[in-house]
DNA sequence: AGCACGCCGACT
DNA sequence: GTCGGCGTGCTC
């Protein structure tokens, strides 16, 4: 017999300092409904309010005095929500990110089906006017009475709202004189869509039954033999689609023929695009190296890394999909991590095109509901692939066999809020969890994972030729500089612009890139050297063209560009810098016949831009296509021929360790735009800088001399692959405060680092501004922490117990402190 | 995080 | 007394 009777408990609360398990008792008549990862509700605290909970595990014994147990009040679901595995990762995201249990938890879960409870004020008995009149109430009481009148039923939240105090302490007075009455009520956001269906009961004799059938009984004959056909109807459908009336299911069901049942409908996002069907390609020789190199490792279910260094073009969608195929066979399950799911979408086609029913995409635009709804169907094994952004690597397959990370070097993995985590680490994880392969697939590999595939730890592979065996396009550089220097002050070079011409000329399109969108970057005046700022941010403000204002690309401040300078009112104001929408206003006038597209976060955002654009460039629409990031990735137009990249060196000289690894990358993927046609790709960059090793490399496609150069740098200055960074950054609107506070933590931190002898190879650096040092209204330090430990639990101990301590005393009101492990950036 | 409790000054 | 405001400490 089961003898377990206590469960721990972690509450929904997003608070550091309930960051903890609780124990509670299960009561007998829920002991079989209350499992390992069941979602329950637990009385928490001095009210008994009841709050959501997940149970981590069963205990048989009691931990605690019994006099402080309190007992389970309901379980949420018929099934549990979080596997053993999961709950696993959750308690090592916790240690590995300085997160909460329900950071954690909130990752795994979709977002919407959380219980939040609301506090519900009523009135209980009303007070008349005469009662009013021999005093006895307050203002306040009677303002609170007041508004209960209008609103019979409102939250807290929204009463706090209609007032101009807060109500709380007049409430607690009013409930004690029984006028008003307090309750807590539950509420969620998203549902389980469910749908009547009807079915046959007895389906082996069914032919006999139908002929058993009265004459007159058309209709039942032609539903029996619908559902003996068709299996099932749903009860919404009978009416248009068989002109059926529910008069006939009833006698149906009296016969004991047919049931009605009541299933859990999927919202279906994607049920309108019909994708067409494809089958696998041949293979070159190479590629099915590396299907064979993968393959026996799915089937021995061991932890297996790879790294897949394929050149842009080398067909690596291919390789994937064919290993999946295997993973299939083997009746276990894939996850396909993609940077951004909406600049992937003939990636995405091409997997529905092959998998069909048995994939779910998860990406940003889907609503809660359908969010939910391709979640359980990933849960339930509805289907087998799941394909989409960062957080679908928490996909709750239960049988893994891979987890295929393409472009693996991209920023987009690492989440930008907390927890922190960045999708190869979890997946990494989960990877051992299930015994799977990881497959990691970039053109340009991170360092920290090529130093891993040199070292051994990864298995590498690679493809080195394009799969339509076109040579990889030649890059020319262009020295911005001599350009200067023979009298060319336009944004193009004398070479870009032949070249361009030529492209033209011959019907073929072309792309510009540039990482900066907008018209001016800043403006300043030449008189007094004011530059426009942000009042919110220390950021200078970008001047937009078409719309004519200035605006922060941080906090999305705007204001009209002045005429004269506000500072010594001269009218020298001068624009500088260009963006996107300024190379578009120039190319128009240097080639007027042109077709002209930009790419940018300005002309995308409105939903399905994206797409109609991609469509139009895909027609033919476009000769000239400026963009952004965003066109560096994964598009696949035949009909382009020439990349030119605008200003290659533009990230170069940030205070940023990644700087050259992130200049090297774009100048390559961008590169990898050109030529996947037939015809060869030509690449012009422009620099300031040519001499610089990540541009050389690039022109190259050398990779592998970038590595060996970059990777000494970073063993030098003792960076990431050969320490591990922390990056501490405390917020908050007065400047004085925060400082206040960084002091603080930065002594408190070199103290118990100390006194705890963590070994000297952990420096602490700061606290000092950080590079952003103020976004929307914050000022930001941070402490920076460079550690060559492979073990951090201890250092990672102290850095929570510092944050707890300064979070719990208040000591720090208004001001926030971020933990990032593993930093992307140091912004 | 939320919430109760307890203390203190102010007001009736 | 009782109300309202605020700091403190705890939650199985």
Known sequence: MEKTSYAEVV????????????????????????????RVMVPFGKGNKLVEGYVLSKDEGLSIQLSKIKYIQRVLDEESLLSEKMIDLCKWMREEYLCTYMDAIQCIIPTGISYKTEKK???????????????????????????????????EDALRQLLDFDPSSTLRSLEAKNIIFIEYQLKNNVSILTEKVIRLSAKEKIHEEISKLNQNAKKQKQLLEYLANHGEIAWSKL???????????????????????????????????????????????????????????????????FLLHGVTGSGKTEVYMQIIDQVLKQSKEAIVLVPEISLTPQ???????????????????????????????IKNGEVKIAVGARSAVFAPFHNLGIIIVDEEHEHTYKSESSPKYHAVEVAEFRCRQHGAVLLLGSATPSLESYYKAEKGEYKKLVMQNRYNQNDLPSIQIVDMRTE???????????????????????????????????????ISCRNCGYVAKCPHCEISLTYHKN??????????????????????????????GAGTE????????????????????DTTSRKGSMERIMQEIKQGKADIIIGTQMIAKGLDFPNVTLVGVIAADMNLNLPEFRAAERTFQLITQVAGRAGRGRRMGRVVVQTYDPEHFAIQASQNHDFISFYEQEILMRKEFLYPPFSRLINITIAGTKESEVIKTADHFATALRQRMGSEKIPSEETVFGPSPAPLSKIKEKYRWQIVIKSKLIDQTALKGIINNIRNDITDRNYANDISISIDVNPFHML
């Open 547 to 576: 719309v004519h204002y200035i605006s922060c690309h941080y906090c999305h401040y705007r204001q009209q560009p002045p005429d004269i300078c506000p500072k010594c009112g001269s009218k020298y104001i001068k624009y500088f």
């Open 11 to 38: 509450v929904n609360n997003r608070s550091n300092q309930t960051n903890m398990t609780y124990t509670y008792g299960i009561p007998k008549d829920l002991s079989d409904r209350v499992s390992i990862g069941s």
């Open 484 to 522: 200067l220097q023979k009298g060319n002050k336009s944004v193009f070079s004398e070479s870009l612009y032949r070249e361009i011409k030529q492209n033209l000329e011959n019907k073929e399109q072309t792309i510009l890139f540039l990482n900066r969108r907008g018209y001016s970057t800043f």
């Open 121 to 155: 004020i009523r009135l209980c008995r009303d007070v008349s006017m005469e009662e009013w009149g021999q005093g006895g109430f307050t203002d306040r009481q009677w303002a609170v009475m007041k508004v209960l009148r209008k609103h019979p039923n409102v939250s």
């Open 239 to 305: 009416k248009e689609s068989l002109d059926i009336s529910p008069s006939t299911i009833e006698s149906l069901t009296k016969k004991g023929l047919v049931h009605v049942e009541t299933v859990e409908k999927r919202r279906v996002p994607y049920g309108d695009f019909p994708v067409e069907a494809t089958g696998p390609h041949g293979l070159t020789e190479e590629q099915k190296k590396v299907v064979e190199q993968v393959i026996p490792h799915i089937m021995d279910a061991k932890y297996q890394p």
């Open 347 to 377: 990636m995405i086609e091409r997997f529905k095109g092959r998998f069909g029913n048995n994939i779910a995409v998860l990406h940003s635009k889907l609503s809660l509901g359908e969010r939910l709804d391709e979640w359980n169907r």
């Open 582 to 601: 300024k190379i578009e206003k120039v190319t128009g006038k240097l080639f007027p016949t042109a077709k002209i597209i930009r790419l940018d976060l």
